[in-house]
């Protein structure tokens, strides 16, 4: 029993030095705070690659209306050197297998009588079928002329999942342009296009 008397009369007289005691103050609050400080820097690096791929989606979606356009008539080579030069904006992000990246090509046809875009070809990674309605913003919808219009879709998965989305983050983007050279941009002969 005197054992015992002596362990909490020692605890009590260590008790208040120990309170005073400022020598590992820093290395307590560095431990509270640095959890937090981890999970602000790699979301911020995420959200700043997720910011960085969006803006190549859309720069993506814009380029492969913009070099369709320029041509009278494309080949299905043309078609996959475009998907090739775009698919290099995408750099240094993953366009591998493990990544889904999206990419279609697209001549529209506004019919007068309806002022609905109608497809008249359509090449890449989820082709339109021919014939099929897509909606264009109003705007674009003037009686008998063409688009291109160009679809882009990329699944972004983040390096620390468990942060923002284990499964990923699908963005997309679309582009319309209208033909320069010609009225319509002809794919793969003749008949397919004006």
């Not at 009278?72 to 993953?94: E, K, R």
């Not at 997309?172 to 794919?187: G, I, L």
């Amino acid at each position: 029993m005197r054992s015992i008397a002596k362990m909490w009369f020692r605890i009590g007289r260590a008790a208040p030095e120990l309170l005073a005691d400022r020598r590992g103050l820093a290395a307590v609050e560095f431990a509270f705070i640095l959890p937090v400080m981890m999970v602000m820097l790699f979301g911020t690096v995420e959200f700043s690659s997720a910011i960085a791929i969006d803006r190549k989606v859309t720069l993506m979606a814009r380029t492969l209306s913009d070099l369709t356009s320029q041509a009278t008539t494309v080949s299905a080579s043309d078609l996959t050197n475009f998907f090739a030069a775009s698919t290099g904006i995408m750099t240094p992000y993953p366009t591998t297998p493990t990544t889904t990246l999206n990419s279609t090509i697209t001549q529209l046809y506004i019919d007068p009588s309806t002022l609905k875009a109608k497809v008249k070809w359509s090449q890449g990674s989820v082709p339109l079928s021919v014939g099929s309605t897509v909606t264009v913003p109003s705007t674009l919808a003037i009686a008998d002329t063409y688009l291109i219009f160009s679809q882009v879709s990329y699944t972004y998965v983040p390096t620390v999942g468990y942060v923002l989305a284990k499964a990923g983050i699908t963005m997309s983007d679309t582009a319309f342009t209208r033909p320069r050279q010609s009225k319509c941009v002809n794919f793969p002969d003749s008949s397919s296009g004006c």
